[in-house]
Nanobody, 126 residues
Framework: QVLLEESGGGLVQPGGSLRLSCAASGITISRVAVAWFRQAPGEERQFVAA????????YYADSVKGRFTISRDNARNTVHLQMNNLKPEDTAVYSC???????????????????WGQGTQVTVSS
């Protein structure tokens, strides 16, 4: 059974930082594509960042490039999302996803991923 468990969300002021974690079990994150997506109320799910299957490349949405960093701790089978200079428009539920068969051209497509976590709320507000 594959489980993905997010943590690290919370309330932060604009300009602040948070670090999200996605702990995986039942799947080896170094061998699959792993991504973060987010969804704000009333909006569609949005791609945030991803590691390719090979793990050698990272991809970011234009809206977070330069502010967010995805990283991977293979020893702990965990993926992190470091979020800096947060803005109110970053407020959303953030979820991690994993997919053994996700090819690079499909990394931004949530429907391509097999496994999802429950999500963690990030609220950016003063």
């Amino acid at each position: 059974q594959v489980l993905l468990e997010e943590s690290g969300g919370g309330l932060v002021q604009p300009g602040g930082s948070l670090r999200l974690s996605c702990a995986a079990s039942g799947i080896t994150i170094s061998r699959v594509a792993v991504a973060w997506f987010r969804q704000a109320p009333g909006e569609e799910r949005q791609f945030v960042a991803a590691f390719s299957r090979s793990g050698g490349f990272t991809y970011y949405a234009d809206s977070v490039k330069g502010r967010f960093t995805i990283s991977r701790d293979n020893a702990r089978n965990t993926v992190h999302l470091q979020m800096n200079n947060l803005k109110p428009e970053d407020t959303a539920v953030y979820s991690c996803a994993a997919g053994p068969g996700v090819i690079t051209s499909n990394l931004r497509n949530g429907a391509a991923y097999n496994y999802w976590g429950q999500g963690t709320q990030v609220t950016v507000s003063s």
